[in-house]
């Protein structure tokens, strides 16, 4: 097993989907759970619409919510692919392929109505900024998507003439 400092696209992946857990549990999944969620969350979920203006949590439009749900169900995909990433355990790739293409796609839709919807209620400085927080959960897993097609198809190939020989 190779070291995940040796890999560092790898060490991106963790350090990314770490991140990517702690903000489904804490913000991203908080509208989907705030009648029961602590005190806490609330407290954290008004603070971050106070500070940042987030048209799609002050707004909570429909799609939006179902992409919550959605996100909700990866927080368990999330961790086994930090623990396989940690690993080094191959098998994690499709997986990872799967979960990038979902990511990328559906965050990709939040930065078009981010910079193309019509949202006089924020200012340029609270677009450029939500623009800056969302912009890496739509690059690393757009990365991750194109690196996961390439390591499956090595795979693939290492295993075709294994099995020609």
Not at 4 to 21: A, G, K, Q
Not at 24 to 40: E, G, N, Q, R, W
Not at 92 to 103: D, E, G, K, N, T
């Amino acid at each position: 097993m190779a070291s995940l400092f040796s890999r560092p696209l790898d060490l991106v992946y963790v350090i990314y989907f770490i991140s990517h857990i702690i903000a489904s549990v804490l913000i991203d999944t908080y509208p989907l759970h705030k009648s029961f969620a602590p005190s806490v969350l609330t407290s954290l979920n008004q603070w971050y619409i106070e500070n940042f203006n987030d048209p799609f949590f002050v707004k909570s439009p429909t799609w939006f919510i179902s992409c919550l749900y959605m996100e909700a169900l990866l927080i368990p995909l999330m961790v086994y692919l930090t623990i396989g990433l940690l690993k080094d355990n191959s098998s994690v790739r499709l997986p990872m392929l799967i979960y990038s293409a979902h990511v990328s796609t559906t965050t990709f839709e939040c930065l078009s109505e981010l910079f193309f919807g019509d949202h006089e209620e924020l200012l340029k400085n609270q677009r450029n900024l939500l623009l800056s927080f969302y912009f890496p959960y739509f690059m690393i897993p757009f990365i991750c998507l194109i690196d996961s097609f390439f390591r499956i198809r090595t795979i693939e190939s290492v295993a075709l003439q294994k099995k020609n020989k």
